[in-house]
């Protein structure tokens, strides 16, 4: 694919360009005018992850300001309100322009750094949130320039997913895209007001208007020609998604290549290579894994019973399901770890199988 280049200003700044980043490389957005008609595994996966938003940061900046973030372990987000912003990941690479209604995210976490102008110096973000909460706000002039809003997403980070693990370092919702541009601008204008007007229980409304955005932006917009493989491809394409949807819709059915076929109306050969190419995962392997990823969520926040779980997860006893929970995660059902990554990388659940 031909990519289109960088602009730039005539004080040799990188140009503006609406698009997504993708670790270290901009390519354009392709707005996804099918998305009602995605299978709603995405809603699957999306109340697996147990998305949260915090925000920790809101305030109008003049200028000079910027703030350097150092890595985390979940994905962070800013929202330019009004004025403008530069973005860019902390290994390099050309700064991104952000203007008003244009949204970032960085969905590992990644060092990077957010300011008025590439050339302006940053103080660690700590330093500017703790100012803005003891009232005495960095960056405060009489003409901001700008209106920022920054905050994280929390998912279970013991338990990945292709829907998070295979996202570029770097992502911009680029504003004023697309039949839904007003409803994303108004959601920003609400998030902004119950930031700003501080009433009862504005803090637990804006994060929740936080998430109901995120997940309007990940149904609305696909990347497919800007990730060589991953969840949001097979989604779009028909035969695979038919697969995906099905294997969501009943994890617990006995499922074979040849059976997992016949829903993708496919042959069991191209089903095998297009699935692998596409999310990056043999069908078995998904199947693996998103059976785990069920299971785990039951232990943890249900109340059944481990025969129960295994039956819901497509085990044909207790035993079965302890062996294969125990070679996924490297605990046994009983169990389950809290506290860091216990699960195994996604390439090799992929040449697992369902046990």
């Not at 730039?8 to 140009?15: A, C, N």
């Not at 050309?94 to 008025?116: F, K, S, T, Y």
């Not at 909460?133 to 209106?147: H, S």
Request: a negative charge.
């Amino acid at each position: 694919m031909r990519l289109p280049k960088r602009s730039r200003g005539s004080e040799g700044k990188p140009g503006k360009f609406a698009g997504l980043t993708v670790c270290n490389q901009t390519v354009g957005l392709k707005i996804n005018e099918d998305a009602d008609r995605l299978p709603d595994c995405l809603t699957e996966v999306l109340r697996t992850l147990r998305l949260r938003s915090s925000i920790f940061f809101r305030s109008e900046l003049s200028s000079p300001w910027g703030m350097s973030l150092d890595i985390t372990h979940q994905p962070r987000f800013h929202i330019v309100v009004e004025g403008s912003a530069w973005i860019s990941l902390a290994d390099g690479g050309e700064p991104v322009r952000l203007d008003m209604g244009d949204i970032a995210m960085i969905p590992n976490g990644a060092e990077h750094w957010i300011a008025d102008d590439p050339e302006s110096e940053r103080v660690r973000s700590e330093l500017a949130t703790d100012a803005l909460r003891a009232g005495t706000p960095l960056f405060e002039g009489d003409e901001p320039q700008c209106r920022l809003i920054c905050g994280l997403f929390h998912f279970d980070i013991d338990e990945p997913h292709p829907l998070m693990a295979l996202l570029p370092d770097l992502l911009i919702w680029p504003a004023d895209r697309g039949a839904s541009a007003s409803w994303v601008r108004e959601s920003i204008l609400a998030l902004d007001d119950e930031l700003r007007s501080n009433r009862p229980g504005s803090q637990a409304v804006a994060d929740r208007l936080c998430e109901v955005l995120l997940i309007h932006l990940l149904r609305r917009y696909e990347n497919l020609e800007a990730l060589p493989g991953g969840f949001y491809r097979g989604l779009n394409v028909p035969s695979i998604a038919r697969a995906l949807n099905a294997i969501h819709a009943a994890p617990e059915r006995d499922w074979s290549l040849a059976s997992l076929a016949n829903e993708a109306g496919l042959s069991r050969s191209v089903l095998a290579e297009r699935f692998h190419e596409l999310v990056g995962v043999t069908p078995m392997g998904y199947i693996t894994t998103w059976r785990m990823r069920n299971a785990r969520e039951l232990l943890l926040h249900g109340s059944l019973g481990i025969k129960e779980v295994a039956e819901r997860t497509g085990y044909s006893s207790a035993a079965s399901f302890s062996r294969a929970y125990k070679r996924f995660f490297g605990d046994t059902p009983r169990a389950p770890t809290k506290s860091g990554d216990t699960s195994l990388p996604l390439a090799s659940v992929g040449e697992k199988g369902n046990s």
